[in-house]
């Protein structure tokens, strides 16, 4: 089992729609956790960290569900420029890889 | 803008070359780590650097290498290329090396290999 999964999608939404993505870690000691926001061809930025008790950041929810060791991300009111890949992160705190990526979850927000 | 500045953008290279790619990290930054991204993976963790020592080393052969400099800008070194090696190599930087501390990334160098 990979260490961080995500469905790769695409994800085709209208503008103004609700998505949602998915992310499961298989490291029950996993830490702590991103979403990071990477548009094509260029750097990932981080978007949010995820905290327990889960977090908002305007248009933007974030929630972990340590029981079952998944990570969401709402997106509201989708905008075209919401348009880009999207890459769960998990910081294991062991071995020796600080922070694992997932392949990331593709959006496209269609006018 | 980050501040983190890779070079060069692009790169093209023939299998048994080897390459050398760098990075200048962010004022006030004294880690950097480096990570593989392949066309539709997510980046892969190679290594990082603290204080001009390696702090840390993913899956990836000896072949892969690094160097930090006393200004914390810092190298990687890959040699004898092969073709699994083209891919988007991606420098950031950080304020230390806690995990929970943010990545400020370059944008990049795109490594093709023929």
């Known amino acids: 089992r990979k260490e961080v999964e995500q469905d790769p999608g695409p994800f085709n939404v209208p503008e103004g729609a609700t998505v949602a993505f998915n992310c499961t870690y298989s490291?029950?000691?996993?830490?702590?956790f991103f979403w990071y926001r990477q548009d094509c061809r260029k750097e990932p930025k981080l978007l949010m960290s995820v905290y327990s008790s889960g977090n908002e950041d305007g248009r933007f929810t974030a929630q972990l569900n340590r029981a079952s060791q998944y990570i969401s991300l709402l997106i509201r009111d989708s905008k075209l420029s919401d348009s880009a890949t999207y890459l769960c992160?998990?910081?294991?705190?062991?071995?020796?890889?600080?922070?694992?990526f997932g392949k990331g979850t593709r959006l496209s927000v269609i006018a | 803008e980050t501040g983190v500045t890779q070079s060069p953008t692009h790169l093209i290279k023939t299998r048994g070359q080897q390459v050398t790619l760098r990075c200048s990290s962010q004022?006030?930054?004294?880690?950097v780590s480096w990570y593989q991204q392949a066309l539709g993976q997510g980046p892969q963790f190679i290594f990082q650097?603290?204080?001009?020592?390696?702090?840390g080393r993913g899956n990836f052969p000896p072949r892969f290498s690094g160097l930090q400099f006393p200004n914390y800008s810092s190298e990687l070194n890959v040699n004898a290329l092969e073709l699994d090696d083209s891919a988007l190599y991606l420098c950031?930087?950080?304020?230390?090396?806690?995990?929970?501390?943010?990545?400020?990334f370059g944008s990049g160098t795109q490594l093709s290999v023929l």
């Open positions: 490291n029950s000691a996993s830490q702590s």
């Open positions: 650097y603290y204080r001009e020592e390696e702090n």
């Open positions: 004022s006030g930054h004294n880690t």
């Open positions: 992160v998990v910081n294991n705190r062991s071995g020796n890889t600080p922070l694992v």
């Open positions: 950031a930087s950080s304020r230390s090396t806690d995990p929970n501390e943010k990545l400020f």
